[in-house]
Nanobody
Framework: QVQLVESGGGSVQAGGSLRLSCAAS????????MGWFRQAPGKEREGVAA????????YYADSVKGRFAISQDNAKNTLYLQMNSLKPEDTAMYYC???????????????????WGQGTQVTVSS
């Protein structure tokens, strides 16, 4: 079992920055993919960014490329999402997710991930 706890959300004005954290605990030694997803009211949950922990490869949704950066601190079992140049359309609940799979079809699909956190709210005002 793996437990994920997100933190770092909040309210910020457009153009501002936030850094989200996701602390993992439990059987973390064999985690492979770790990702950030978001869900706005009335919309489906969408993939924001992911990292393949085996080699550090990172992946981003087109909407956040150049503004967001995903990273990991293996010593602390923590995943981060640095969000810069935030826009009102980034407003959503942000979730951390992970799995043990080596091969997946699409990092942005929610069904590729087995464990999920409870989420942290990000609100960007114009």
């Amino acid at each position: 079992q793996v437990q994920l706890v997100e933190s770092g959300g909040g309210s910020v004005q457009a153009g501002g920055s936030l850094r989200l954290s996701c602390a993992a605990s439990g059987s973390t030694y064999s985690l492979t993919w770790m990702g950030w997803f978001r869900q706005a009211p009335g919309k489906e949950r969408e993939g924001v960014a992911a990292i393949y922990t085996v080699d550090g490869s990172t992946y981003y949704a087109d909407s956040v490329k150049g503004r967001f950066a995903i990273s990991q601190d293996n010593a602390k079992n923590t995943l981060y999402l640095q969000m810069n140049s935030l826009k009102p359309e980034d407003t959503a609940m942000y979730y951390c997710a992970t799995n043990f799979f080596v091969r997946i079809r699409n990092w942005a699909r929610t069904d590729e991930y087995k464990y999920w956190g409870q989420g942290t709210q990000v609100t960007v005002s114009s």
